[in-house]
């Protein structure tokens, strides 16, 4: 069992920045990949960025390359998605997960999730 906490959302301007942070419980942190989704009010979660587990590989959703990174502090149980130039667009409720197998967009191949936080930017 994981438990993950995630942190950091808020009420920001277009073209601010926020980062977000996730903890996980345990000591199995660094064995899995994680990623982060969102879900904006009405509409479906999708997919924001993934990490493997040593960080060396990243995987981002097309609209928000370029404006966010993913990074990962395994002695800190923690992963951080790190998000700038932020459009209304991205105003959703952001969600960490532990990956366990499939492909990196693809929200039934992640097992365990934190709770979110709301990310809110106006224009």
């Known amino acids: 069992q994981v438990q993950l906490v995630e942190s950091g959302g808020g009420l920001v301007q277009a073209g601010g920045s926020l980062r977000l942070s996730c903890t996980a419980s345990g000591r199995t942190f660094s064995s899995y990949a994680m990623g982060w989704f969102r879900q904006a009010s009405g509409k479906e979660r999708e997919f924001v960025a993934s990490?493997?587990?040593?960080?060396?590989?990243?995987v981002y959703a097309d609209s928000v390359k370029g404006r966010f990174t993913i990074s990962r502090d395994n002695a800190k149980n923690t992963v951080y998605l790190q998000m700038n130039s932020l459009k209304p667009d991205d105003t959703a409720v952001y969600y960490c997960?532990?990956?366990?197998?499939?492909?990196?967009?693809?929200?039934?191949?992640?097992?365990?999730w934190g709770q979110g936080t709301q990310v809110t930017v106006s224009p």
């Open positions: 997960a532990t990956k366990l197998f499939g492909r990196d967009d693809d929200f039934s191949a992640y097992r365990y």
């Open positions: 990490i493997s587990r040593g960080g060396g590989t990243t």
